[in-house]
């Protein structure tokens, strides 16, 4: 927490795991380029992956209940924006967004921080970072 402006403001996080399947496969390089790329995740029958996400929410702190937000609402917006799209989705066939971007990390990142921008109120999403076989994109 901290002050800024004089006013009080803090952040809320919180964490989820997901599964999901992909096929890295970029529509711009032949066959032979997306597997010597992508090795075993250019399989077109897909590749699964599971995903923690933790998102971070920051702003004032209502004087009157002494919270940013209630955690029950980060973890709907969550279940939204997140889960019900992606858990336990093919990504390129489920998910239009991803019919011509290959599902890395970081776009699954992009996909989900434009989705919670949607759900989320104006100016309260911090970041989001997701994490996958040790690594972590912000």
């Not at 790329?37 to 933790?54: A, C, I, Q, T």
Request: proline share 4%.
């Amino acid at each position: 927490s901290g002050q800024a402006g004089g006013l009080n403001t803090t952040q809320l996080s919180h964490l989820i795991s997901l599964r999901a399947t992909y096929w890295l496969h970029s529509t711009s390089l032949s066959n032979e380029e997306n597997l010597k790329l992508f090795g075993n995740s250019n399989n077109p029958n897909g590749h699964v992956h599971n995903y923690k996400v933790v998102v971070t929410v920051h702003g004032e702190i209502d004087p009157i209940i002494g919270i940013v937000m209630k955690v029950t609402d980060l973890k709907e917006y969550m279940e939204e924006a997140i889960m019900e799209p992606l858990d336990h989705k093919n990504l390129h066939l489920n998910i239009p967004y991803f019919a011509d971007v290959v599902s890395m990390t970081e776009k699954v990142a992009v996909y989900t921080w434009e989705n919670l921008q949607k759900f989320l109120p104006l100016g309260v999403l911090f970041k989001s970072i997701w994490g996958c076989l040790g690594g972590s994109v912000r």
